[in-house]
Nanobody, 123 residues
Framework: QVQLVESGGGLVQAGGSLRLSCAASGSMFSINAMGWYRQAPEKQRELVAV???????KYADSVKGRFSISRDIAKNTVYLQMNSLKPEDTAVYYC?????????????????WGQGTLVTVSS
């Protein structure tokens, strides 16, 4: 079973910074991608940033130049550095990991979501 533990959310003033962390644990054959999504009140969940293994990092237009995703492969951890935060960045931020597990002789592809961490940016 694969589990994600997120940390780093909180309350910050506009213009400030926060760093989110998401650590994956459990039996994983490989990690295909790690990323961050967010959901603001009464809005749909949206992609913030994603880092595929061996692929190009992708950011939402609204966060380009302000947010940066990084990954510590040895620790199976993904980070989201958020700078120049704006009130419209207020949301619950979710980590998502796409993994391959090996169960017996069968490979299984899983999408695993974190529990979410609240980021509140005050004006």
């Amino acid at each position: 079973q694969v589990q994600l533990v997120e940390s780093g959310g909180g309350l910050v003033q506009a213009g400030g910074s926060l760093r989110l962390s998401c650590a994956a644990s459990g039996s994983m054959f490989s990690i295909n991608a790690m990323g961050w999504y967010r959901q603001a009140p009464e809005k749909q969940r949206e992609l913030v940033a994603v880092m595929p293994s061996g692929g190009s990092t992708k950011y939402a237009d609204s966060v380009k130049g302000r947010f940066s995703i990084s990954r510590d492969i040895a620790k199976n951890t993904v980070y989201l550095q958020m700078n120049s935060l704006k009130p419209e960045d207020t949301a619950v931020y979710y980590c998502k990991v796409e993994v391959v597990t090996l169960e017996g002789m069968a490979y299984r592809f899983l999408e695993v979501w974190g529990q979410g961490t609240l980021v509140t940016v005050s004006s």
